[in-house]
């Protein structure tokens, strides 16, 4: 009796150690496989966020990009118009459109920034700056703009003037006799001085997002002998939505 006793004690407590053996290992087991789990699936729910987030950013941008564009095909320059300064200044491509048409927006393109800064330097609309500029130069394509730099058909009046300072282009009259300019933006500038004169004052009581109401008073003023010149004016910043500049 004693001897089957002893076997069901010794049985008993082998039963017991590898209960306990069996447990603390498979505890272990569950412990490490539950850690795994966790952080795969969470590693999982990070990356799946971070693939939203991607894609509601890239939505985003995509729409902002969207909305900066008008239809003409011309797109808004960053900084309210301004490009940096180490950013070089490139030809924009548009295709089925005429040549005339592509020169055009590629002028306001090129100079849309010069235009923009003059407005904040001088409160002069930049649509009306750039409007006058396509309409004297046909787009940047006079001789007055590539040999003289001169986009406003700006004339020079000194009788005195040095070597350099004017050219003529017509005949020996003096009155035909146009100002040079080192650079597009010395002319720019020069527009904006020329427009402080006091012949154009009443320009600057109006509203400076009025571009209507510049055109008008630019013609009533005598800026050119154009009896449509307001409206062409009008019509260019409608066409090419050169408004957008104001704001």
């Known amino acids: 009796m004693k001897y ?20 603390k290992t498979t505890w272990r087991t569950y412990t490490l496989m539950f850690f795994i789990i966790f952080i795969f699936y969470d590693k999982n729910i990070h990356f799946e966020f971070q693939l939203k987030n991607n894609y509601l950013n890239f939505s985003t941008h995509e729409s902002s990009k969207k909305n900066d564009q008008d239809t003409t095909g011309i797109t808004k320059k960053t900084v309210s118009g301004i490009k940096r300064k180490d950013e070089p200044i490139q030809l924009v491509s548009f295709k089925d459109e005429d040549v005339q048409e592509k020169r055009y927006k590629n002028y306001i393109y090129r100079h849309s920034e010069y235009a923009v800064e003059e407005m904040r330097k001088n409160k002069i609309p930049a649509s009306i700056t750039l409007a006058q ?22 004339k ?6 040095k070597k350099g300072h004017c050219s003529n282009f017509n005949d020996d009259s003096h009155k035909d006799f146009f100002r040079i300019y080192s650079s597009t933006k010395s002319s720019y500038e020069a527009h904006s001085y020329f427009l402080k004169k006091k012949r154009y004052k009443k ?6 997002k009025d571009y209507k109401g510049w055109a008008k008073e630019l013609k009533k003023a005598g800026y050119a002998t154009d009896k449509k010149y307001d409206k062409k ?3 260019l910043i409608q066409k090419y939505k050169l408004h957008q500049f104001d704001e």
């Open 133 to 154: 500029g396509l309409l004297e130069t046909n787009g940047g394509k006079s001789k007055l703009a590539t040999k003289n730099n001169n986009h406003f058909g700006i």
């Open 203 to 208: 320009l600057f009581y109006l509203n400076p």
């Open 4 to 23: 089957y006793l002893f076997h069901i004690k010794y049985f008993l407590i082998v039963f017991w150690h590898n209960l306990i053996y069996h447990i």
């Open 156 to 161: 020079c009046f000194s009788k005195t003037c």
């Open 233 to 235: 004016l009008i019509a």
